[in-house]
């Protein structure tokens, strides 16, 4: 049988405020400097661990930090993160619908650490809500996968055209369409069209942008704004007019579903607009009257979840 070829994927260790020596260096406070210290050590633990671990198995493996990646991930039957939701979210984008993704989280939140300097410090870690593993039951969860005893999830991305052209990246959490400045009026209109089905009334917005996330993404941002939770597998999608400006007999349509075989028509009217897709590391710029079509016909992507999260999946 041939040996499973693996990509590791790491989140890389700039990322944390530490690294910042500017930062640092007005930091006196020795549970903070510990604090702050010790989450570089956890993580690069993890990967040490990991790799470690993939040494002993039957596998090819190679690994990359996830700022290198600048081409589509090919030629792997695995690709494991190391990191949190954002390592995974930023593989995605070059991921397919053939290749599945397993996330580590290398760095999980402490619970007694966040009391404890609660006073000081948000000492919040990584919430890693899509990876299905830690450093405690990786090597378990790994020996399931290449043993063929677990089966991933397919999770639904959204798609995004502008002026009938595909953009590249497809979402995995959400997209934003706003103005650059977060301070800016944001200006469209859209309507929701089903397949052989008349449109919705069209609406106008005049807000702080529109949101638009998949079930995975139910529980990031658009939570935060008042939305609501997903059936993690639904191929429905959610979205939220941010903040509108006196939206009058239409605030119904403010907020709402994007059904599985429909899709939103949106207009952009204002000098200036961008698209975020899962953050703000990935943007397109949009000017006025440009069209933008926003669906969820985009390839799945393949996620060995958490137990938790696959025993809700299988409930729904």
Known sequence: MARKRLLLLLKPFDVYPFSQSDGLARITNPQILHYLDNRRKVHKDAINFCQNILHQKPVEWKSIVRNNLSQPIRDVDLVVTVGGDGTLLQGSHFIDDSVPVLGVNSDPTQPEEVEKLSNEIDANRSTGYLCGATVNNFEQVLDSILKDRAIPSKLTRISVSVNSQPLSTYALNDILIAHPCPAALSRFSFKIKGDDQPCAPLAHSRSSGLRVSTAAGSTAAMLSAGGFLMPILSQD???????????????????????SHQSMEATWFGKKGVIYIDG???????????AIEISSKAPILKVFLPHHLQNISEET
């Open 237 to 259: 999608l959610q979205y939220m007019v941010r903040e509108p400006i006196s939206p009058g007999a239409a605030s119904s349509l403010m907020h709402g579903l994007i059904k």
């Open 280 to 290: 703000s590391h990935v943007s397109y710029t949009i000017k006025n009257g440009d």
